[in-house]
């Protein structure tokens, strides 16, 4: 059986430093309170995004419906799941090539897997994998063993499933006798293909304490090790050399806030700043 570092790299390319995956935060989509483009319009700018991050030469892309607020918690309505669908499956004609990502908040993992199955897409972030914890939307249950038969009973199993650990925007007291070490480890014993780490919110870096620990788990275990919030172009030094991937969706917007448009001079200069970090690492 494969590892889950020679899948990964088989997605992402053999390579020196990190993967950079690009966020495409899809706009409001319907039945949802913010909601108020036509569909065509929300996929247009979806594969707008998506193309000029290939253009720049970012690795990877990610499909988030961030614009959903207030998420519901752990399902979605059909009308998201079909939303998701259109956008990701134009979204790979698009940028064909490129590795593709689907993440539905807040813990839709079942739906998330469907639509990256049905729309040709590669992995999935799936958050509440393992252990259970306090969200914005209330309790978040453990969804692992669930999840995997799900993506084994509908052929899926080519779609990596990258989970979040000590999950961003949540309250993690009733796990507060585990370290994030133990966390990763049981995210790997219950076959993970990747760890997510992120810090306190979205665009808070991670902490670089707590992602040595995790890199000591992942590097033992053969498993990639993903950033997935916080970083910029001043720091992404810091996290390069340690993770596998990187994901980066606020700073390449205007003013660095995730509701606003891909800014092209933010992404510019984030993959300028890394073939300088590359020319070091060779």
């Known amino acids: 059986m494969d590892s889950c570092l020679s ?22 989509l319907p039945g949802t309170p913010r909601h108020q483009h036509p569909m065509d319009a929300i996929v247009e700018r979806a594969c707008r995004e998506a193309a000029l991050y290939q253009e720049l030469g ?29 956008v990701c499956s134009e979204v790979r004609r698009a940028v064909p090539k490129l590795p593709l990502g689907v993440q539905i908040l807040s813990g839709a993992n079942k739906e998330a897997l469907a639509v990256a199955h049905v729309s040709g897409a590669n ?9 259970s914890h306090v969200a914005d939307e209330g309790w978040m ?16 199993e080519n779609v990596l499933v990258f989970t979040d650990v000590k999950k961003k925007h949540s309250s993690h007291a009733v796990t507060a006798d585990l370290s994030i070490a133990e966390m ?11 760890v997510v780490l ?17 890199r000591d788990v992942t590097a033992t275990h053969g498993i990639p090790l ?15 050399k340690c993770a ?12 660095s806030h995730w509701m606003n448009d891909v800014d092209r001079s933010h992404v510019e200069r984030f993959m300028e700043n890394l073939k300088e970090l590359n020319h070091s690492l060779e």
Not at 60 to 82: K, Q
Not at 198 to 214: D, I, K, L, Y
């Open 58 to 86: 970012l690795d990877g892309v990610l499909v988030e419906n961030m614009h959903d607020v207030p998420y519901l918690r752990g399902s979605v309505g059909p009308e998201i799941t079909a939303g998701m669908a259109r």
């Open 141 to 156: 249950d453990a969804c692992a063993g669930e999840l995997l038969r799900y993506r084994k009973s509908i052929g899926a």
């Open 226 to 240: 993903i950033i997935g919030s916080g970083v910029t172009e001043t720091n992404v030094e810091q996290y390069y």
């Open 198 to 214: 992120t810090g306190q919110a979205t665009g808070s870096p991670v902490n670089c304490r707590e992602m040595r620990e995790v």
């Open 244 to 255: 596998d991937a990187l994901i980066v969706g606020s700073h390449f917007k205007e003013n």
């Open 123 to 131: 992995f999935i972030r799936a958050e509440g994998y393992v252990f």
């Open 7 to 28: 899948r990964f790299s088989r997605l992402f390319g053999s390579r020196v430093g990190a993967a950079v995956v690009g966020m495409v935060h899809v706009q409001a």
């Open 184 to 194: 990763a480890e049981a995210s790997h014993f219950f076959l993970s293909d990747g």
